[in-house]
């Protein structure tokens, strides 16, 4: 009989990368449904084409540098997902596909890979779409009628005023906006999954949405101060990227003080584009602006060593 | 529920499966190989030569310094003194016994002096004489941490967390002769003079604990401390810290907090030492795991080849993957059954494949579980990015020397990174610039 000799632990627990992504998938697919029975079944040709494209060029990079193949372990199904959730049911397909590759092979597998990557891919690739072809971005379908478009409700809040919707469509996501960010209810539900299977910790959503919160009611440019809150809270992509892109795990803080710093400074950086940028939306460039600061952040933060009071010293 | 101490995980405890047997089965070897090294410090010189007749009891080896004697465990017949294989993987100078079966002993002189008029040399010399070190795995000569902790120590504590998974070793004992754990108890604490004493027990031990609350009325002064089960709470850093709520400094020992902590199986020892006179010539051993065909408690005679103990218990599933000396999460994997147990052996565990072992190509996701689940609050991640860089600055930044190396990362890690074996690699690493 031949005995492994091996490093202890010689247990392990059943926390695997590949259940990681299938929940991330499952707690983004009520937001998904939604956007689909609003948005029209174009949709699922969207999200369908970023996720082909997304596995496709991740199995052709590890072909071509034959390096070992990842798809097995998710993520990049689970990239393509997201990808297609921060775009407009009606964007150009050609453009959703340049999204894809350049996500996978740019932002992900040219940084190193899995884990590796300083920028979150899906966003990364959406500012990249946004570059080179705007149009394709910026129209969105609205209610249940294909091919015709609209503002969202986060177009009217530049003028600024509250939009039309009421807080209560916003909330169930029957409003114009992207594929996945319409229906904050879902995105809470699908969070609050996340939560509750430990794959996301709850620091980072409510550091990112409570600094939203706190600075749209200070500086609110509505006479309704608390309504004006709720509307920024509902609308647009803060609630997708505070509780889905912020907290990727390859591109945000792994300390828990670095994950409070990390979001507030999302959030705030969202008010900022929000208030004073060309477009209506910040989430995108906030995040990933957050991005490159997380090494950073994770150095400076780290947890009170064991035995000594703060500041690293001993007692 | 507050948790008592930092970080920690759950495993599948497995503890079930070696207490469905409830008597403890003794095991006589033939032979038996006593290493001349069982605990921290300097070897044993041997004191008897080839073909010695030996009684059970004897002294056949004893040194100065940081050192305690070893006896034989059986009556019989020198026939080796050579290098054998170690639990620690390396070659120890055994004394190797052939059992003549007759357990002829040496006179043991007890001691009935009432605990109050105990003189504190007599105890110390009685624990060093026994061969007496930390038997949860440790193996710190007990003599030496006694000594250490007079007039220091406001807590004496008793570890029966037992946290690892599958092992009863502490379990079977207080299950079976709670009393001699409880006088030895009495014995340090008429030593040292703490103001608190408490026996610490974690809450997956029903039986244990009843039996316990069944005797304390009679032994005024221990507090029994039932406490949350979660992994490493048996560390005796985070014992201290779920108890106290002490935390040790970095490099420091519990005495430093002016805490004391044995193992339950030391106090019974020292008990038997103080009070009987007896050596530390046996000690329980859970031979556990899937891998085995009847899991149960043994009492064992220091020396015995895990071979004996394994055949004993059924023998070996034909697929069977690792034998370990000590516990799932801290235990060393063993390549040759030949190698006895010694005094800080608690279990011995055959586990097959595991099914979430480790991965062909590591990946960290970053996703961070390592840093939640750290007891001594480290950053697993960027440690295990540092070592395969070979960054002693950044080790020494991130305090590597600190990792207890329990295991809870890697347990945890979904991306199956190596943790625990970089970290060894790193503190060698730190360690080796810090003498330069």
Known sequence: ?315 | MKRLFFGGIHPKYNKEMSTTVTTLHTIEPRTVVIPLLQHIGAPCQSLVQVGKKVRLGEKIGDGEGLCVPVHASVSGTVVAIEPRPHVSGREVMSVVIENDGKDTAVPFTPNDTPLENLDTDTVLHRIREAGIVGMGGAAFPGNVKALSAMGNVDTLIANACECEPYITADDSLLRTTPEPVLQGMQILTRVLHPKRVVLAVEDNKAEAIEKLRGLLPGYPGIELAVLPTRYPQGAEKQLIQALTGREVEPGKLPVSVNCAVFNVSTFAAIYRAVRLGQPLTQRIVTVSGEAIAEPQNFIVRIGTPFEDLIKRAGGLHDRTERVISGGPMMGFAQKDLSVPVVKATNSILCLLRDENGAAENPVCLRCGKCVVVCPMRLQPLYMYRFVKAGRVDELQRLNVLDCIECGSCAFTCPGKLPLVEKFREGKKLVREAQTK
Not at chain 1, 96 to 107: D, E, N, P, T, Y
Not at chain 1, 274 to 287: C, D, H, M, S
């Open chain 1, 1 to 315: 009989m031949k005995l492994t000799v091996a490093s202890s632990p010689h247990i392990r627990g059943n926390f695997r990368t590949n259940r990681i992504m299938l929940d991330v998938v499952l707690a983004l697919l009520p937001a998904l449904c939604v956007g689909v029975g609003t948005l029209g079944y174009r949709s699922l040709l969207v999200v369908g084409v970023c996720i082909a494209c997304c596995v496709a060029s991740e199995w052709l990079y590890s072909l071509i540098t034959r390096s070992r193949n990842t798809i097995v372990d998710g993520s990049a199904v689970v990239t393509g997902l997201l990808l297609a959730m921060t775009l407009p049911s009606t964007v150009p397909l050609w453009l959703a596909a340049v999204g894809s590759v350049f996500a996978i092979v740019i932002v992900k597998a040219l940084c190193g890979g899995l884990g590796q990557n300083i920028f979150n891919p899906a966003l990364a690739a959406r500012a990249f779409m946004l570059l080179i072809y705007p149009v394709g971005m910026v129209r969105y379908s609205s209610i249940a009628v294909d091919g015709v478009t609209s503002a969202t409700p986060l177009h009217h809040m530049v003028m600024p005023g509250l939009p039309e919707e009421s807080l209560w469509d916003l909330f169930l996501g029957k409003c114009p906006g992207s594929i996945g960010e319409i229906s904050a209810l879902m995105l809470l539900l699908g969070g609050g999954y996340l939560v509750w299977r430990k794959v996301i910790s709850i620091r980072i959503p409510a550091a990112y949405l409570g600094t939203v919160a706190v600075l749209t009611l200070i500086f609110s440019r509505a006479g309704a101060p608390w309504e004006w809150m709720l509307y920024s809270l509902l609308s647009g992509g803060v609630m997708l990227g505070a509780i889905f892109m912020a907290t990727d795990y390859a591109t945000s803080p792994a300390t828990s003080l670095g994950q409070i710093i990390y979001g507030i400074g999302c959030g705030a950086l969202t008010v900022i584009f929000r208030y004073f940028g060309l477009f209506p939306e910040g989430v995108t460039y906030a995040i990933l602006i957050m991005n490159a600061f997380v090494w950073l952040i994770d150095r400076y933060t780290p947890p009170r060593r064991f035995g000594t009071k703060k500041g690293g010293k001993a007692k």
